[in-house]
């Protein structure tokens, strides 16, 4: 960061020349890159982007129409309604035509420095119109010497590049717990086997409807807000269904799809939440023989229960659907391991302590030095 800013003061102490996107950047319409099927496979090699927050939405295996893009020759997909944009540099497909294909008009600047200078732009939209041709592309960016614009974009880089590499390691902590989770629950034949209603008292919650506020007191449990791993959606000013340290909640009844169904989630707060509808809760009659949080493990997304979602009907769990599965009990002792090695992962997986919270450290920085790297003084000088 210092060595940009000292590198500004020699190479242009008097400010730079800003230009409109529009003198910097071709664009083309996606028409010919659009995706006839939206049958997509994992299996299939192409991937098909959308320019808005999920960027791959799946792979095709259609042939035709592909946009050619590569390191050498990248591209800047850009959203025309939302403006939102991602940096593409491998062979795709797109969803639909609400897109533009930016490129730079030559090679007299840094076409990566474009991109991360409409990153600082933090332009908003109104209503729901094409933005790029009538307004987006008439915006400004300030155009340093291109010395000064490759120190740029190496320094952002590099920020992305932790965020990608951390990204990649939380996506394989997150197959190891997947993975250890259903291999360490396994048991065979030669421990305790006793149902659900023998191990946990359980209780449902009650409707909220005509009590929710916008800054309540307690946190309305639902399926959003388990299913969004914590996300807040509700408040209510009354605890009608209070929780306490150790319940453990689970989703009995979601829409086709099976996302949030027999998803559960462990109170470690008293005084927080209030139980919703058609969530469960369920409390540990004897903790000195099963562990908590080994039952919440158990529990959570439990194939016994999943069973019950064909994936097309909304899918409704049963008070006796859920209380007459099955759990296997090792000893204690054995309980308490199995959660010490998935309470590992988990961490590396926790938003506010592990890898995400990680990233999103990365990201703020990036956001940061974004501002400051483009708050360049703007001069009347002829173009670089």
Excluded at 50 to 55: E, L, M, N, P, V
Excluded at 120 to 131: A, D, E, F, M, T
Aim: aromatic share 12%; hydrophobic share 35%; proline share 4%.
């Amino acid at each position: 960061m210092d060595s940009i800013i000292e590198l500004t003061k020699k190479l242009c102490p008097n400010g730079v020349n800003f230009y409109k996107l529009e003198e910097l950047l071709d664009y083309e319409q996606p028409t010919k890159y659009i995706v006839k099927s939206t049958e997509y496979n994992d299996e299939f090699n192409t991937p098909v982007l959308t320019a808005g927050q999920s960027f791959i939405l799946g792979f095709t295996n259609e042939e035709q129409g592909h946009y050619l893009a590569t390191p050498e020759n990248p591209v800047i997909i850009f959203d025309d309604f939302t403006t939102g944009f991602h940096w593409v540099d491998f062979e795709f497909k797109v969803k639909s035509s609400a897109m533009k294909m930016l490129r730079p008009k030559n090679k007299s600047f840094n076409f990566k420095y474009v991109y991360h200078a409409m990153k600082s732009l933090n332009y908003q939209p109104g209503g729901h119109q094409r933005h790029w041709i009538s307004i987006y592309s008439q915006l400004e960016i300030p155009l340093p010497p291109l010395e000064i614009q490759n120190e740029i974009v190496s320094f952002l880089d590099n920020f992305n590049s932790l965020s990608n590499l951390l990204n990649k390691e939380l996506e394989k902590r997150k197959v190891q717990l997947e993975y250890y989770t259903e291999k360490l629950l396994d048991f065979d034949n030669n421990v305790q086997v006793k149902s659900l209603r023998e191990i946990a008292d359980f209780r449902n919650g009650k409707g909220h409807e005509k009590n929710i506020v916008d800054d309540g007191k307690f946190i309305v449990v639902n399926s959003k807000f388990i299913s969004s791993e914590g996300a807040v959606c509700k408040f209510s000013n009354e605890q009608i269904c209070p929780l306490f340290v150790d319940d453990i909640l689970m989703v009995m009844s979601d829409l086709p799809n099976g996302k949030a169904l027999a998803k559960c989630f462990l109170v470690e707060k008293n005084d927080t939440y209030t139980l919703n509808q058609r969530i469960g809760a369920f409390h540990v009659k004897d903790k000195t023989s099963i562990s908590t949080k080994f039952l919440f493990y158990s529990l959570n997304r439990n194939p016994q229960l999943l069973a019950y979602d064909n994936g097309s009907d909304q899918t409704n769990l049963r008070k006796d659907d859920i209380l007459n599965i099955s759990i296997k009990l090792p000893c204690i002792e054995t309980q308490k391991q199995i959660v010490s090695i998935l309470e590992y992962f988990n961490k590396l997986c926790n938003l506010e302590s592990g890898i995400p919270a990680e990233i999103q450290k990365r990201n703020l920085q990036y956001e940061y030095y974004l501002y400051k790297l483009f708050d360049f003084k703007k001069s009347n000088k002829e173009v670089y």
